[in-house]
Nanobody
Framework: QVQLVESGGGLVQAGGSLRLSCAAS????????MGWFRQAPGKEREFVAS????????LYADSVKDRFTISRDNAKNTLYLQMNNLKSEDTAVYYC???????????????????WGQGTQVTVSS
């Protein structure tokens, strides 16, 4: 079992930056491929970024590539999402998710993830 708790969301002006954190409990974080998803009001949950458990492989949605960076610190059981040059269309609830232990490859599909956090709100004002 993995429990996930996101933090770092808030209100920021367009062009600004935020860093989200996802604290994981459980013994297997270093073997969990992780991802970030987001859901805007009235829209379906969408993929943002994913990183393999080793950190060696990453995936990004085209809409955030070159603006967002996913990273992890396995010693701290924490996943991060650095978000730069934020736009109003980035406004959403951001969720951290984990794949089952030992599953290496990142995935864009939400169904590939077994554990989810409660989410943190990011609001970008224009």
């Amino acid at each position: 079992q993995v429990q996930l708790v996101e933090s770092g969301g808030g209100l920021v002006q367009a062009g600004g930056s935020l860093r989200l954190s996802c604290a994981a409990s459980g013994r297997t974080f270093s073997r969990n491929t992780m991802g970030w998803f987001r859901q805007a009001p009235g829209k379906e949950r969408e993929f943002v970024a994913s990183m393999s458990w080793s950190g060696g492989t990453t995936l990004y949605a085209d809409s955030v590539k070159d603006r967002f960076t996913i990273s992890r610190d396995n010693a701290k059981n924490t996943l991060y999402l650095q978000m730069n040059n934020l736009k109003s269309e980035d406004t959403a609830v951001y969720y951290c998710a984990a794949r089952s232990s030992g599953t290496y490859y990142p995935s864009r599909g939400s169904m590939a993830y077994d554990y989810w956090g409660q989410g943190t709100q990011v609001t970008v004002s224009s």
